[in-house]
């Protein structure tokens, strides 16, 4: 089997079913990422792939290649795993590399095939993917289309794809289903030697498409929910860790992704909820998905929030046009979107960095794998090599993702090398009473001050 692009969802997916013992060849454009993934080396930080993509480049069950002729020669089954970003022009996904890979390779191949659709796109894409296939590919090939979505969370990708929670196949004929079980064999014989189940649900292209940018929008509302309700508890003096933990005991609610904090960001949310009310615009059915705009809305007012409360603890006049926030220093520790990654993309941490600094403050950031990401974004904050490099001299300590090493900090030994011992907690990760007790003034998303 092949993956037409190496990036975060291509090379997770191409490493590990070269684990469970599949012949892979993984593809890119990008020449220099192919030669590092050819050297052993992950171009992006996600635990236990580095290991894994060594040890399967070893086995000989694992290359990578920038041909598109060696891909159709070789694959039976092509997984799409490019980039749909939000386009330039407003919020629809751009389809311009799910195009380029499925053109590319469809006139190369000369025997029967299927091209799987891994990508998060609009629904109605996989029908136009076929009308590319039909209109490039030869004649005789008998090339198929599918659509599998995938469901990887970052931090935990490996685990995802070696053990997911469950497997779409969106297709047409029973030949693509029974391709596409044939594929996936080696992950349900991994799933009884575990004694696990593996739900498989067999559908049509639409709903298959539905999926993922469903189960993204009913994540990123569920997020904005607990959010809204810390603006709530600020307004009346409640603690939002205390109501998120009563209305998660509701089985029909649950615990889960109910933690206030300075919102979701990262490469899917953000864009994929985005491009959902788009697609439903160009469907007629705009109206039923209008509250992901205000989803949208308050996921961004958060990120200003940390910016008030900055101006508070400071004493710091906020103004129409925000705080003056001049001669101030002010440590952030978190640029990725969240730990265990070395993702910055639309990060609420970064964000707010951001923010801080045009408000005049002097920024130093700390993150345990976003470092070099962080300075091409926000180029005007100071980089730090350490939690205590940053916290040095601050005025002001702002957790803005929720890493272990933040989580575990000794504030009794931050407090000795602060100027002013005054914590905002942007992720409602670290224990007020530990914090207060060594003489923090300790602020928190939707908590009382006190």
Known sequence: ??????????????????????????????????ERLGKGEVPFHEPGLDELLRKNLAGGRLRFTTSMEEVAEFGDVHFICVGTPQRADGMAADLSYVESAVTGLAQHLHRKALI?????????????????????????????????PEFLQEGFAVEDVLRPNRVIFGVKSEWAVGLLYEAHKALFDLATTEDREVPVVVTDFATAELVKVAANAFLATKISFINAMAEICEAAGADVTMLARSIGYDQRIGNKFLRAGIGFGGGCLPKDIRAFQARAQELGVGEALRFLH?????????????????AELLDRPFGPNGPDLSGTRIAVLGATFKPNSDDVRDSPALSVA????????????????????????????????SIVDAVT??????????????????????????AGKKVIDGRNCLDATVWRRAGWEFRAMGRPAQ
Request: charged content about 25%.
């Open 294 to 310: 205000e989803v949208d809305l308050i996921n961004q007012r958060r990120r200003q929030r940390i910016v008030q409360l900055s």
């Open 354 to 385: 951001r923010k801080l600094t045009r408000s005049g403050a002097d920024v130093y950031i700390y993150d345990p794998e976003g470092m070099d990401n962080a300075s091409r974004e926000v180029s005007e904050a100071t980089y730090s090599k």
């Open 1 to 34: 089997m092949t993956f037409l692009g190496t990036g975060y969802l291509g090379a997770t997916y191409a490493i590990c079913f070269a684990e469970l013992g599949y012949e892979v060849i993984g593809f890119d454009v990008d020449q220099a990422k192919i």
């Open 393 to 418: 001299g601050a005025d002001l300590v702002c957790v803005l993702t929720e890493w272990e090493e933040f989580r575990n900090a000794d504030p009794a030994v931050l407090g000795e090398i602060v």
């Open 116 to 148: 799987v659709g891994k990508s998060t796109v609009p629904v109605g894409t996989a029908e136009w993917v076929e009308q590319l296939v039909r209109r490039h590919a030869p004649g005789e090939s008998g090339v198929e289309v599918a659509w599998s």
